[in-house]
């Protein structure tokens, strides 16, 4: 009678974990195919002149799985070549400013099926060895896409670099250029937390911000401090001014992309061109991190590396009054060149 009665159980618990099992494997395959067919819908006004007339469903697929596959090796080259996958020049560079958010805006902005981005800082036009080796070399850094994709790369160096505008002038007369700024001070200090940072981990000492961007024999603020140099955006925009016209660069507003980065990343769409496909739900706050991370679909999300979003030193007040009554009249200029204006102090 135990015998039998224990069978019983033995054949329930069977049938019950079968079930379980059942259930589990349907709903791991429903999200997969969420996760591919949620976002897709066609997709308006193309690339300027080319103008596609949809974008393919398969891009998007293609993102979120064999274009992974391929980065980590796990995929052909033959499928690559199935797929029609090509390596762009970028159509689009975020050509700096250093700490200005320049990774988050290239992260967020690849959430968007129609962009892929360079994760590495290239480095081509602003090194001589790199430039070098030719637009080849460059291109073959580029990420594999759909040809209806256009690729974004950015290197903030490339805004001070003196040689940099000529050179992609010369590659690319058209392209559209992105400037990502902050207020200047704040953006100053985050540079001087970065180098500060490098210092400390080689166990080396370095200099008080307030040492460095303060001349101790005028008391004027120091000129010949990079990361005040940096911060005179009018100056470094100006060089490029010879070269592309002002219509060619937007201009993103650093300090509004950490507290509020749709809007941001909207107006970046509409002058890429791209339909708007950047929505609330791929951006959410972590309150442990203190920023906006990024959620591509209901599996996959992430937040940018601690390095991005340090805590920065106390710095002297009044060197910071003197700091923004020096950047003030840049500012200005700055504004009334790009049409863009900020609320700086
Ligand atoms: P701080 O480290 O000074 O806070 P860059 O990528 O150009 O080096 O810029 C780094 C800055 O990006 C960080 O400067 C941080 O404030 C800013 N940032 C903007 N959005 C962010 C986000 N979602 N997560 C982390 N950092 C972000």
Redesign the pocket.
């Given at each position: 009678m135990l015998f039998k009665q224990q069978a019983w159980l033995r054949q329930k618990l069977l049938v019950l974990g079968s079930l379980a099992v059942g259930s589990l494997l349907y709903l791991v395959a429903r999200v997969g195919s969420l996760d591919r067919l949620q976002p897709i819908c066609p997709i308006e006004g193309r690339f300027g002149a080319r103008g596609q007339a949809e974008f393919p469903l398969r891009a998007l697929q293609f993102k979120r799985g064999l274009l992974h596959e391929f980065r980590k090796g796990n995929a052909s080259k033959d499928q690559v070549r199935l797929h029609d996958l090509v390596q762009q020049l970028p159509k689009a560079i975020i050509i700096g400013?250093?700490?200005?958010?320049?990774?988050?805006l290239l992260e967020?902005l690849n959430l968007h099926p129609a962009v892929v981005k360079a994760s590495q800082e290239i480095h081509f036009f602003d090194n001589d060895e790199n430039y070098a080796k030719g637009i080849e070399w460059y291109r073959k850094k580029m990420p594999f896409s759909y040809p209806q994709q256009i690729t974004i790369e950015k290197s903030?160096a490339y805004f001070i670099t003196e040689e940099v505008p000529e050179r992609i002038y010369k590659m690319n007369s058209s392209i559209k250029l992105l400037i990502?700024v902050r207020e200047p001070t704040?953006r100053a200090?985050?540079d001087y937390?970065?180098v500060l940072e490098g210092k400390e981990r080689k166990n080396k000492t370095y200099y008080k911000f307030e040492k460095l961007a303060i001349d101790p024999n005028t008391c004027e603020v120091n000129t010949k401090y990079k990361a005040v140099r940096t911060s005179i955006y009018t100056k470094h925009l100006e060089r490029w001014l010879k070269y592309f016209p002002i219509e060619q660069f937007h201009i993103v507003d650093?300090d509004r992309?950490?507290t509020e980065?749709l809007p941001e990343l909207q107006l970046v769409e509409k002058f890429l061109n791209l339909p708007p496909r950047i929505s609330q739900y791929n951006l959410y706050f972590n309150a442990t991190?203190g920023?906006?991370?990024l959620r591509f679909n209901i599996i996959f999300n992430k937040?940018?590396a601690g390095?991005?979003?340090?805590i920065?030193p106390e710095v002297d007040p009044s060197v910071i009054t003197k700091l923004r009554k020096f950047f003030h009249p840049f500012n200005q200029k700055f504004y009334q060149i790009t049409g863009r204006t900020l609320n700086w102090p």
């Open positions: 400013v250093r700490k200005g958010g320049t990774r988050a967020m903030p990502i704040t200090i985050s937390t970065q650093g992309l950490i980065p991190r920023f906006y991370c937040c940018l390095s991005k979003g340090r920065h």
